[in-house]
């Protein structure tokens, strides 16, 4: 049952400014990026997945991940965080999947078992296909992407987005950015389709963007966002003062090139390791430290880069931990954030709450107690419509004004979770008394975290 629209309330001077103040935050919520961050697995020595999404959602500001597969214990320990998840095809699954039965048999397995209660926003078709050079999987990414949204969409589940990460060695020249191009063959037979397809269906592209890889001894202050004299690219004038915006334009360029300019850009991975090679010069905590602060600070300010001037990326950091078993050089099993005791490697500029105790707890158990929250993907103008009725109709709200218990983290959705569900808790707690035109949902998780308690 559709709550109906209220009337209007007649707001007093309180009122007024609690809603502008909502407005406001919904405003610059909505101009964000959102930073997350690869969750891997090849560790003998990793935490739970339910303690992952316990401390990722209470103890730090990130609110997306992506998996490089779609383990159901993984997926299942998101359920009614919020936070959105990315899944993964293995790419051995890619031809299989262009066979419209086996993509419905996949989505019925790994994604209609566990949604809406964990937000599984995008799917990841595979991971740097390009790189494999196999004729035959490459012919095949296109229509196993087609076919997975075909049978995503034959379950009324088309909102989830389907992409497939790039490394730039799908360019074939690079510098200097406003040059850049896919590489000869592939830019027809590859990325127009694949691009036409993203653009079709509102899904972003996504690179892989690892200014680590193109650094050497001269240009490492240019890989880091320090202070340089720049690289101008002669065809454009533009100065770049960093690798990382030098990389993304040089893709965009390639995409412009085809006619696809408009398609977003997701950045799916980017990092900094702590330990290499003996030796290797560029390479320690600090300069870890120094990339991915500055790197969250370039993303999320709205200058975009020289080609792109204005955009926010959605950034994946690359990784959430230390992965011990990791093969391949010393610094593929040292890209991590955290130690597998939460610990976190450096000050990345992404905790919250209290310092110094690291370890959250398991969630408790919900002994029968039922909470509202938004549903996956609610559109946040409708998030803050619900936040606004709420607010206004005589629910304490004063938790998610500046201050409050439950005023951090800085979001709609947050904001909107403990609004709806303080609504539903004072309206009877009947599922009708949740249902926000379409926009909530009963869960038995307990949203709460840190000092932020929700009723119940």
């Not at 707001?11 to 909505?30: D, P």
């Not at 690179?207 to 966002?225: D, M, Q, S």
């Not at 009877?428 to 926000?436: E, V």
């Amino acid at each position: 049952m559709a709550r109906e629209s209220p009337p209007t309330p007649t707001a007093t001077g309180a009122v007024r400014f609690l809603l502008l103040l909502l407005f406001l935050i919904a405003t610059v919520t909505s101009a964000a990026a959102h930073i997350g961050v690869n969750y891997g697995t090849l560790g003998d020595n990793l935490p739970a997945p339910a303690q992952v999404a316990q401390f990722l959602r209470t103890r730090t500001t990130i609110d997306r991940v992506k998996l490089f597969g779609s383990d159901p214990a993984i997926i299942r320990a998101f359920a009614g965080t919020g936070i959105a998840v990315t899944i993964s095809v293995a790419n051995d699954q890619i031809i299989s999947l262009t066979n419209p039965s086996f993509a419905a048999q996949w989505v019925a397995e790994h994604v209609s078992p566990f949604v809406p209660a964990t937000n599984i926003n995008r799917i990841s078709v595979g991971n740097e296909i390009m790189a494999s050079n196999d004729k035959v999987l490459i012919a095949n990414l296109v229509p196993a992407m087609r076919s997975l949204h075909a049978a995503l969409s034959a379950v009324r589940l088309g909102r989830i987005q389907v992409s497939s990460p790039h490394s730039l060695g799908i360019l074939s020249v690079s510098e200097p950015p406003s040059a850049g191009r896919f590489r000869r063959g592939y830019d027809r037979a590859v990325f127009a389709p694949m691009l036409e397809f993203l653009r079709s269906t509102g899904s972003p592209f996504t690179v892989n963007p690892y200014p680590y890889f193109g650094y050497n001894p001269t240009t490492l202050n240019y890989a880091l966002f320090r202070q340089n004299a720049g690289i101008k690219d002669a065809f454009t004038g533009h100065v770049y003062r960093n690798m990382f915006d030098g990389q993304l334009d040089a893709v965009y360029s390639a995409m412009k090139r085809l006619g696809y300019g408009d398609v977003e850009i997701v950045v799916g991975e980017t990092g900094w390791p702590t330990q290499a090679e003996p030796g290797q010069a560029g390479v320690s905590v600090r300069a870890a430290q120094t990339y991915n602060r500055n790197l969250i600070h370039h993303v999320t300010s709205g200058v975009g880069t020289p080609l792109m001037p204005g955009r926010r990326f959605e950034t994946f950091l690359f990784a959430l931990f230390n992965e011990n078993l990791k093969p391949g050089p010393t610094a593929e099993r040292n890209f991590g954030l955290f130690q597998p005791d939460f610990t976190p490697v450096y000050d990345a500029g992404i905790m919250v709450g209290q310092a110094g105790d690291r370890t959250p707890a398991l969630p408790a158990p919900a002994s029968g107690k039922k909470w509202c929250v938004p549903v996956q993907n609610a559109d946040e103008n409708a998030l803050q419509a619900n936040i606004n009725y709420v607010c206004s109709s005589g629910v304490d709200c004063t938790p998610i004004q500046p201050g409050g218990a439950c005023f951090q983290p800085l979001s709609v959705r947050s904001h909107a979770t403990y609004a709806m569900n303080a609504y539903f808790q004072r309206s009877g707690r009947h599922d009708y008394n949740c249902d926000f035109a379409h926009t909530g949902l009963i869960t038995n998780a307990d949203p709460s975290y840190g000092s932020c308690v929700y009723a119940a």
